[in-house]
């Protein structure tokens, strides 16, 4: 049987990678973004690697809306076997304030982003997998819950929160035939969005950034899915 990988949050750079990747594995492809065009975009790009896939409609940082994309992806394909959340796009550092500027509703709105949303998927995929004692739940992460980062004030609790989530979550089913680990995101990812306003802005930077393809990543998801020897990777040497 023909395994399904669902990505929330799929976009045009890492989510291909991702899909591609797992795609030549034998999966059949879920995507899960706000416009049709890019999820048509996506379903095309994969079709001309033969990779099966299909776009759902939903905005992942809406919980009735996620609900809807998950029941509506089990209604095409049956279940999911693998779960990935890409939470972000939008423009460089929307909504992102340092530590001194943060404040309880610029908080509030990255926790959501990033936590609650995570929290609100895990609620809706993971009790089918822990019946069927077989599963994985994959999540972008960022370096700024590992190293904190005083320009990244908000983003970094909601990540530090986000990578106590996932640690705790893989302890939790650890023997339940159900993973959960994380790449996180420690360089610019090439193509993205932030690497695209990096490579266009007229201000120099007081240092040369990293940037690491797509592929990269995708292969970092791959290899925690299929070893299943550890909660997390950091892909990159931001904040080392």
């Given at each position: 049987?023909?395994?399904?990988?669902?990505?929330?949050?799929?976009?045009?750079?890492?989510?291909?990678?991702?899909?591609?990747?797992?795609?030549?594995?034998?999966?059949?492809?879920?995507?899960?973004?706000?416009?049709?065009?890019?999820?048509?975009?996506?379903?095309?790009?994969?079709?001309?690697?033969?990779?099966?896939?299909?776009?759902?409609?939903?905005?992942?940082?809406?919980?009735?809306?996620?609900?809807?994309?998950?029941?509506?992806?089990?209604?095409?394909?049956?279940?999911?076997?693998?779960?990935?959340?890409?939470?972000?796009?939008?423009?460089?550092?929307?909504?992102?304030?340092?530590?001194?500027?943060?404040?309880?509703?610029?908080?509030?709105?990255?926790?959501?982003?990033?936590?609650?949303?995570?929290?609100?998927?895990?609620?809706?995929?993971?009790?089918?997998?822990?019946?069927?004692?077989?599963?994985?739940?994959?999540?972008?992460a960022g370096q700024s819950g590992i190293y904190p980062t005083p320009g990244l004030g908000n983003i970094g609790m909601a990540q530090a929160a986000l990578r106590?989530?996932?640690?705790?979550?893989?302890?939790?089913?650890?023997?339940?035939?159900?993973?959960?680990?994380?790449?996180?995101?420690?360089?610019?990812?090439?193509?993205?969005?932030?690497?695209?306003?990096?490579?266009?802005?007229?201000?120099?930077?007081?240092?040369?950034?990293?940037?690491?393809?797509?592929?990269?990543?995708?292969?970092?998801?791959?290899?925690?899915?299929?070893?299943?020897?550890?909660?997390?990777?950091?892909?990159?040497?931001?904040?080392?």
């Amino acid at each position: 049987m023909l395994r399904t990988l669902a990505i929330f949050g799929a976009g045009p750079v890492l989510g291909l990678s991702l899909a591609r990747r797992f795609g030549r594995e034998g999966f059949r492809i879920a995507l899960v973004a706000r416009t049709r065009a890019n999820l048509d975009h996506l379903v095309a790009e994969l079709a001309r690697d033969g990779i099966e896939a299909a776009g759902f409609t939903a905005d992942v940082y809406e919980p009735d809306q996620l609900a809807r994309a998950v029941a509506a992806i089990k209604e095409a394909y049956g279940q999911i076997d693998v779960a990935e959340f890409s939470p972000g796009g939008g423009n460089m550092g929307e909504g992102i304030v340092t530590t001194l500027d943060a404040d309880v509703e610029n908080t509030r709105v990255i926790l959501d982003r990033f936590v609650l949303s995570a929290v609100a998927l895990v609620r809706q995929v993971l009790p089918g997998m822990v019946e069927r004692g077989d599963g994985a739940i994959l999540f972008t992460a960022g370096q700024s819950g590992i190293y904190p980062t005083p320009g990244l004030g908000n983003i970094g609790m909601a990540q530090a929160a986000l990578r106590n989530y996932f640690h705790t979550l893989n302890a939790e089913l650890a023997g339940k035939g159900v993973y959960v680990g994380a790449v996180n995101v420690g360089a610019l990812i090439e193509g993205s969005v932030p690497h695209q306003w990096i490579t266009s802005s007229s201000v120099p930077l007081e240092f040369e950034p990293e940037v690491i393809h797509p592929d990269v990543f995708a292969d970092g998801f791959w290899e925690l899915y299929t070893k299943r020897d550890r909660v997390e990777t950091l892909v990159g040497s931001f904040g080392q």
